[in-house]
């Protein structure tokens, strides 16, 4: 079993930064790809960003050049480094981390005011 806490979120101006956080714990060794999610009120949950265990990434083209994914194997921490934030960033960021199963982390919530 994995269990993933997610931390990081907050208030912020559009303009500013966060830096979001997942840490896991238990078993990580089966897990393939590592990714942020995110879900504004009444709207589907979308992928924001990803990692693989290679190192490859992948974003979501409204974040291209603006979010940054990292991961810290180690610490068994993926991050995801938000600039320039948008009033339309504003949802609730989940990591997710995927092997022979998928785990999701019970969210944060990231408030871009104008």
């Known amino acids: 079993q994995v269990q993933l806490v997610e931390s990081g979120g907050g208030l912020v101006q559009a303009g500013g930064s966060l830096r979001l956080s997942c840490a896991a714990s238990?078993?990580?060794?089966?897990?393939?790809?590592k990714a942020w999610y995110r879900q504004a009120p009444g709207k589907q949950r979308e992928l924001v960003a990803s990692i693989t265990r290679g190192g490859s990434t992948n974003y979501a083209d409204s974040v291209k050049g603006r979010f940054t994914i990292s991961r810290d194997n180690a610490k068994k921490t993926v991050y995801l480094q938000m600039n320039s934030l948008a009033p339309e960033d504003t949802a609730v960021y989940f990591c997710?981390?995927?092997?022979?199963?998928?785990?999701w982390g019970q969210g944060t919530q990231v408030t871009v005011s104008s």
């Open positions: 238990g078993n990580t060794f089966t897990i393939s790809v």
């Open positions: 997710k981390y995927s092997g022979y199963k998928d785990y």
